[in-house]
């Protein structure tokens, strides 16, 4: 498990922010990076979905930061927004909610249509698209693998941020197919019980957990990365 430290729930690698102040953060989400690249090793498309046990737990946030440093490293990177209900990776990335994944499952619009670039190079992004009543359906329809499908033969990368495990089911169906899952965990907000139980229903259908992601962490005896000396920002467990 990774710990992100506090600053962790703004977008690390969006350059309008100092890279000073978010060195600690960035280097977190290499470190993540790398940890997913060793944990996938295929040749074709990797598959990774990010959930979390409960709401407020960072997962969005983190789902954005791991894609744009995925991309960073040259691979292409699809990010596909699956929260259908609470979208808003739609406004970290400055784009429109649709044409997306609802338009798409729903015959108003295509693919192409619904793919839109980002200024992070490598990066593109599929938002979840206009309002449903069924996203439970759509998420674990037969047109939901198809369009997965079709996406993989083009992307190094998809990452799909999905809502969170013990609130609604969306995120199963998509951690069944998925190469690995990421859980996110928010210090004083998650409980022991509610990830437990977010836990024992990705085993049960036998979905491959990377890891957790403890997000806020709380850093002792942090140093600033200033006059070449590195900070402590990170921890593995």
């Known amino acids: 498990m990774t ?4 600053n962790s729930n703004r977008v690390a690698f969006d350059y309008a922010y100092s890279n000073t102040e978010l060195f600690g953060v960035q280097e977190a989400y290499k470190a993540i990076r790398t940890n997913i690249v060793l944990s996938v090793i295929k040749d074709e498309c990797k598959k990774i979905v990010i959930t979390s046990s409960l709401q407020a737990e960072g997962k969005s946030t983190t789902s954005v930061n791991i894609a744009i440093s995925l991309a960073q490293a040259f691979n292409k990177v699809l990010f596909i927004d699956c929260d259908l209900r609470l979208s808003k990776v739609h406004k970290a990335f400055g784009i429109a909610r649709d044409p997306g994944v609802t338009n798409v499952l729903s015959g108003l619009a295509t693919v192409e249509e619904s793919i839109q670039a980002t200024k992070f190079e490598n990066l593109f992004v599929i938002p979840a698209g206009i309002s449903a009543p069924n996203p ?8 939901m693998q198809q ?3 079709k996406l993989e033969s083009r ?5 799909m941020d ?4 013990n609130i609604v089911s969306d995120a199963l169906p998509l951690a069944k197919i998925a190469d690995g899952v990421i859980v996110v ?3 004083k907000i998650s409980t022991y019980t509610e990830l437990d139980k977010a836990l024992q229903s990705l085993k049960f259908i036998d979905a491959k957990v990377l890891g957790l992601i403890l ?3 709380n850093e002792e ?4 990365y200033n006059n070449s000396r590195y900070g402590k920002s990170s921890r593995y467990y």
């Open 3 to 6: 710990a992100e430290p506090k």
């Open 136 to 143: 439970s359906e759509m998420l674990a329809s037969l047109k």
């Open 147 to 149: 369009l997965i499908s």
């Open 155 to 159: 992307f190094d990368y998809i990452i």
């Open 162 to 165: 999905t809502p969170p495990i």
């Open 185 to 187: 965990v928010r210090r």
């Open 215 to 217: 997000n806020d962490a």
């Open 221 to 224: 005896n942090t140093k600033k």
